[in-house]
């Protein structure tokens, strides 16, 4: 399986990204259609990053007005850059920072409202697929914007994000994605730095409040740090947040090609890039050799219970996943003086593993939770399909599992009972029926 791994241990900001997305192989001149859209140029040069040789990228605004969009200035001699953790978000810098610095084209062009992003964006000259990629990108970043200001979604006004730049970073990605073609996108923990920002609606810490609700759509995790600066924006949450299944480390690969990214400013201690790396996925750590399954890090917690009533036992379930349990067991027990309780095993990951026991406790109150030996699982990657029936001239849906190894090979189909039971019930047809019909139309699709 060919993957594209990042690194977002510094973060990521949308010119970053396009530039490791060089780096690592893809070929700038797909980003043709976007300088014939808008008017801007985007340039990429080799800098030096603590050591570190990396690409840096710059979408550079035109200054002189076009009439004709496939006819525009490479560049106006003035000195410009793109800063990472600057820009990407409503006129904001970090607190106590220089505000005079140079920006490129951050934040030039028009400021637009999310309606008016994606109109713009429909009428691009790129491929459907890039299209849609990036209308979803867009997405994500108006409802976030939404959320935070309690406005509707078409209503939402873009202030740096739906400048020219802004868009040149997120049509940009999309188009360099396709062109490495992978068949997954993973990340490892994105660094969000420390710190306060200040912008137009005052001062926050870090991350910023979009970031915040880009993350909770997110598959892939956060973590603070490691510089007290704005590390991850906006655009570059949203970019990962709609290609990029999370991994706690960089998968097993054959590498083919990697390449860094620069953001614009430099700490004492550490290159600021984010690493993009291309191979072929292996079944060496990031599959079983025997099984073909991927590796999942995990912690495994258990506790013996004597008096939890019956109610508190099958609310569980849904008060520990609440809190991070991947996988709630309840197995009957015998305890001391042969009196019968039970044995609450869970499954989480890691980071989640003391507030996952601290829910376990305060809902059963039992007087210890233990940590078992077990490190890691094998697990399937999973998706779900829509399966459409129709009974009788009546069209229903039905949401099914489709579980596969590490090579994408699928070896299990299963559609979710409590669908099936809904179906049964509006059309009279049995639900193990219904189930069996699900399964067969998924089954047929992938065949």
């Not at 009533?309 to 099958?314: I, S, T």
């Not at 039992?366 to 399909?385: D, I, K, M, N, P």
């Not at 129709?390 to 979710?416: F, I, L, N, R, T």
Request: hydrophobic share 40%; glycine share 10%; proline share 5%.
């Amino acid at each position: 399986m060919r993957t594209l791994a990042f690194d977002g241990r510094m973060g990521a900001a949308g010119d970053m990204l396009l530039a490791a997305l060089v780096a690592a192989g893809a070929d700038p001149a797909v980003l043709e259609p976007v300088e014939e859209a808008l008017p801007v140029t985007v340039e990429f040069e080799t800098v030096d990053k603590c050591g570190i040789s990396a690409t840096s990228a710059r979408v550079v605004h035109d200054e002189a007005p076009r009439d004709d969009a496939a006819e525009h200035d490479h560049g106006d001699g003035h000195d410009h850059s793109h800063s990472h953790g600057d820009g990407d978000a409503d006129d904001r810098c970090p607190r106590g920072h220089d505000h005079a610095h140079e920006h490129g084209a951050e934040g030039h062009g028009s400021q637009r409202t999310y309606a008016e992003v994606v109109e713009f964006v429909e009428a691009m000259a790129v491929p459907e697929g890039v299209k849609g990629d990036a209308l979803d990108v867009f997405e994500i970043l108006g409802e976030a914007e939404s959320s935070v200001h309690g406005q509707p979604l078409a209503d939402t006004h873009f202030h740096e994000v739906g400048a020219d730049d802004a868009i040149a970073d997120v049509v940009g990605c999309c188009l360099l994605v396709a062109d490495l073609a992978p068949d997954r996108v993973v990340t490892t923990p994105v660094a969000t730095g420390d710190g306060e920002v200040e912008f137009s609606h005052g001062v926050y810490p870090v991350p910023t409040p979009a970031v915040v609700e880009i993350a909770e759509r997110a598959d892939w995790a956060v973590r603070g740090g490691p510089a007290d600066a704005e590390l991850l924006t906006p655009t570059g949450a949203a970019v990962l947040a709609h290609f990029a299944d999370g991994v706690d480390r960089l998968p097993s690969l054959r590498v083919d090609d990697s390449g860094y990214g620069a953001g614009d400013r430099d700490f004492p201690d550490r290159p600021n890039v984010v690493r993009a790396t291309v191979g072929e996925a292996t079944t060496d750590g990031g599959g079983d050799a025997a099984t073909d399954l991927v590796r999942d890090d995990i912690a495994v917690l258990e506790t013996n219970l004597d008096d939890a009533a019956p109610e508190v036992l099958g609310g569980l379930h849904e008060s520990l996943r609440a809190a991070g349990a991947r996988d709630v067991s309840v197995l009957p027990a015998t305890m001391k003086k042969s009196r019968p309780g039970h044995l609450v095993k869970v499954i989480c990951k890691p980071d989640d593993a003391e507030a996952v026991a601290r829910r376990l406790a305060e809902e059963t109150g039992t007087l210890g939770v233990r940590e078992g030996g077990a490190s890691h699982r094998w697990v399937a990657e999973r998706r779900f399909e829509t399966a459409e029936l129709d009974v009788d001239g009546d069209s229903y849906e039905v949401s099914v599992k489709v579980a596969s190894d590490a090579d994408g090979d699928v070896y299990d189909v299963s559609a979710e009972y409590d669908d099936a039971a809904a179906v049964a019930g509006e059309s009279g047809v049995p639900t193990r029926e219904v189930l069996r019909r699900a399964e067969a139309a998924v089954h047929d699709r992938l065949d």
